[in-house]
């Protein structure tokens, strides 16, 4: 079955411009995961999604980071007045979470650039 | 909060050989503890997972084994092949929630 996408792949804005990043999980899944990732670094905790909830926003670095899933399915993370240190991959991951099912499956990425 | 350590940050093993990476973590909370795969430019994949109720876990050539008491879990793979080569991440979650990764491992299998 399909996987978890995303879009963009590649986002390149200018400093202090709004971005929008779209996730689309594996159907079924009800938890969503937002990361951040660097180079030669490992994923950075954003954001968990359980249904339409955020059930742990712990990890994002400021208020001009924001994340919804409105209706349980897709997520939108939303950044505002970027910044040049915001450059990074920005990874999506999707879990069942049924049973106890905690294995989660990322999508390709966006990767963004502030110039 | 959770903190993850992974060592070595680099390994380069001949082909045929075993390759270990141990990460420890400092959360006794922590009961979920996947190993994810990733090559150059692509997304991370997960190859194995164990939970805090098992000591050890195997599937073909890749295993883990996890200490409670010591909070530390190793990934063994053995007879390394260069499609082996990758980083490879550890991480650490309560109940599916908070991941929190490891730095990575970068492996080299050299033919």
């Known amino acids: 079955g399909a996987g978890v996408s995303q879009t963009p792949s590649n986002k390149v804005t200018e400093k202090g411009k709004y971005v929008e990043l779209r996730c689309d999980p594996i159907s079924g899944h009800t938890a969503l995961y937002w990361y951040r990732q660097s180079l030669g670094q490992g994923p950075e905790f954003l954001i968990y999604f359980q249904g339409t909830g955020a059930a742990d926003d712990s990890g994002l670095p400021n208020d001009r980071f924001f994340a919804v899933r409105p209706e349980g399915s897709v997520s939108t993370l939303k950044i505002q007045r970027t910044e040049r240190g915001d450059s990074a991959v920005y990874l999506c991951a999707s879990s069942s979470s049924s049973g106890g099912a905690y294995e989660q499956y990322f999508g390709p990425g966006t990767r963004l650039t502030v110039t | 909060g959770e903190n993850v350590e992974q060592h070595p940050s680099t390994l380069s093993v001949q082909e045929g050989d075993s390759a270990v990476i141990k990460c420890t973590y400092s959360?006794?909370?922590?009961?979920?503890f996947p190993w994810y795969k990733q090559e150059l430019g692509k997304r991370p994949q997960l190859i194995i997972d164990i939970r805090s109720n098992v000591g050890e876990k195997k599937d073909q050539r890749i295993a883990v084994t996890l200490n409670k008491t010591a909070k530390h879990f190793s990934l063994h793979i053995t007879e390394t092949q260069p499609e082996d080569s990758a980083v490879y991440f550890c991480?650490?979650?309560?109940?599916?929630?908070?991941?929190?990764f490891g730095p990575g491992t970068r492996l080299s299998v050299l033919p």
């Open positions: 991480a650490a979650s309560s109940y599916g929630q908070n991941f929190v």
């Open positions: 959360d006794s909370a922590s009961n979920y």
